[in-house]
């Protein structure tokens, strides 16, 4: 009996118990290593060995931690891994991507158990905006990853390479193979030249392979994982709120929430007409026998929506035309105010919908109505541009060192008094050597302005093709919009078109500083600006609102590409 029960300790897994599994093109080899089998490569060299007594040492909070969480996700992965043919213990990746976290993110804004960024997630078919991020949901995320490791392994035909790649960019895998090609070395994983993050990823997969498959060695074989997925998806319109949806199946809103981490805001997306959500099973019986009895979604519900709208005219019109209308009575003591607070909406607003002006009286009973949001609105505010109106563009500089707000007052044409108000400072000393701080306001008519679909913020850890193939354009094309003569030149949160910019000078632009404008020309003046980290000639042309030749003139330059660091350039100055 002692002998049968140590038997059963041996070879009872953390995760599930490893069988033989028929070859595949994926899976194609077994690695046996102390007795355990892998269908991934594991070599137990002394950096593995290293990884696996720093995480079960110092790190053994954070092992235990994913430990008990992988309870709820490693079925999932495994079963989804096994039905696509690929390595079962593949999975081994979560734990050294995000510790099995849904919502995990890191310094490059990498997100989900499977640490996509975006970019990459919506190639691999996953949405991701301001009302949803599927990266945080583990099926499609699994399902995204799946593909994009099969697409690696396509390319590769190694598993360690394959996973490098996941880590790092296939194109810098490739670039790092043809260097050791070109040198007569050998191109595997161990020989390759790739980044010191690269190659630590790897040894720690496979440090986390043996210490999930061998819990009891390493004293962990008391750690219990939490309960497997039980989720059963349903589909709603959007004009049921998750709030309703708590309440119909009887469940808190804090369950649901953290069952869905994809709808992260806690609100359907209201730029579909449809949409998907886990539902426990022991609480989805509840849900479809509660929209038996009552098809129709809650129009109270639609109150918390209004706090993602503008408080703008044309917004209020939008929702007065196609919202849906709810009607309340006036009780003893109410005022415009509180009213308002509660159905979370303005006062502005209530007065308009209901016919009152400064001398209207509420009388007890009254009753009144307001309007809440249907799909229809957001479609409606997503899909059409504000009307056009003139719009203040804030104008920045970063304060050099040993700068103070009287020499840059002076040197823009303003005043200490408005760059303290532009820029909330509580003091004129208030400043910091590399603040940004506004130096005044251009006024640009919305009409002018440049579509917003046209001008991104480039993200971290892209590239021109990936911009290029994600737009559907060509790089050369990027680089001509946007005045680059190379592709070092792109950096992280700059402005950038990824279609034509608009043809001309903008006529209507002009800059305010100090003073505002009048019915005459505007003059030309000029001032005295320092060449910055990645400026060029065209660029500062672009802002100033002149033209490369004139800055040539301007300042006797002999070559409109050659510019200096902290170089002194006279522009022309309009106001």
């Avoid at 957001?378 to 563009?393: C, Y």
């Avoid at 532009?422 to 306001?441: D, E, M, T």
């Amino acid at each position: 009996l002692f002998v049968k029960k140590q038997h059963l300790v041996k070879k009872q897994p953390a995760i599930a118990k490893q069988a033989e599994f028929p070859r595949t093109l994926y899976r194609n080899k077994i690695w046996k290593v102390e007795g355990e089998r892998y269908d991934i490569p594991l070599r137990y060299t002394s950096k593995v060995k290293r990884i696996v007594r720093r995480l079960t040492t110092k790190k053994r909070k954070q092992i235990i931690t994913g430990m008990r969480r992988s309870g709820r996700y490693v079925p999932m992965i495994t079963k989804m891994l096994l039905e696509e043919g690929m390595p079962r213990d593949l999975v081994f990746m979560v734990p050294a991507e995000s510790n099995f976290n849904v919502s995990a993110r890191s310094h490059k804004s990498a997100v989900g158990l499977w640490q996509f960024i975006a970019s990459t997630g919506r190639i691999y078919g996953l949405k991701i905006n301001r009302w949803i991020d599927e990266r945080r949901d583990p099926v499609l995320a699994t399902k995204a990853a799946i593909k994009y490791l099969k697409h690696l392994y396509g390319i590769f035909g190694d598993w360690e390479l394959a996973m490098a790649a996941y880590n790092t960019g296939e194109g810098r895998v490739k670039r790092a193979i043809k260097r050791a090609k070109r040198k007569g070395m050998k191109h595997n994983y161990s020989s390759l030249r790739l980044p010191r993050e690269t190659r630590g990823y790897v040894p720690a997969i496979m440090a986390m392979a043996v210490i999930y498959k061998n819990p009891a060695r390493y004293g962990l074989g008391h750690v219990r994982p939490i309960q497997a997925m039980d989720e059963t998806k349903a589909s709603l319109p959007v004009s049921f709120s998750l709030e309703e949806v708590a309440q119909r199946s009887k469940m808190s809103f804090r369950l649901l929430r953290d069952k869905n981490p994809a709808l992260f805001l806690g609100v359907p997306p209201m730029t579909q007409k449809r949409y998907s959500f886990y539902v426990p099973q022991r609480f989805h019986t509840n849900l479809m026998s509660s929209l038996e009895q009552n098809p129709a979604p809650s129009k109270k519900w639609g109150l918390s929506y209004n706090a993602l709208l503008g408080n703008s005219a044309y917004v209020t019109g939008v929702l007065e035309k196609f919202g849906a209308p709810i009607y309340f009575k006036v009780r003893n003591g109410d005022n415009l105010w509180d009213l308002a607070k509660k159905h979370k909406t303005s006062i502005r607003r209530l007065a308009r919908w209901n016919k009152l002006n400064s001398k209207s009286i509420l009388r007890v009973n009254r009753r009144m109505k307001t309007y809440v949001p249907t799909w229809r609105v957001f479609k409606e505010v997503a899909g059409t541009s504000a009307p056009s109106s003139p719009r203040l563009i804030a104008q920045r500089i970063r304060v050099p060192k040993g700068g103070s707000l009287s020499v840059i007052a002076k040197r823009y044409r303003t005043s200490v008094k408005k760059l303290i108000k532009w820029n909330k400072l509580s003091s004129p000393n208030a400043l910091r050597a590399g603040q940004r701080l506004v130096i005044g306001y251009r006024k640009v008519s919305n009409s002018k302005l440049p579509s917003a679909a046209n001008i991104i913020r480039v993200p971290r850890n892209t590239t021109l093709s990936h911009l290029a193939l994600r737009y559907k354009t060509t790089v050369k094309k990027l680089m001509s919009w946007n005045g680059l003569t190379n592709s070092k030149q792109l950096r992280a949160g700059m402005r950038f078109y990824v279609k034509a910019p608009a043809k001309g000078r903008k006529k209507s632009q002009k800059i305010i500083v100090a003073k505002t404008s009048s019915n005459k020309a505007p003059k030309v003046r000029h001032r005295i600006i320092r060449v910055r980290n990645g400026d060029t000639l065209w660029r500062i042309a672009r802002f100033y609102q002149t033209t490369v030749k004139e800055l040539v003139v301007l300042n006797e330059l002999k070559s409109a590409s050659r510019l200096r660091l902290n170089q002194k350039l006279i522009v022309p100055f309009r106001s």
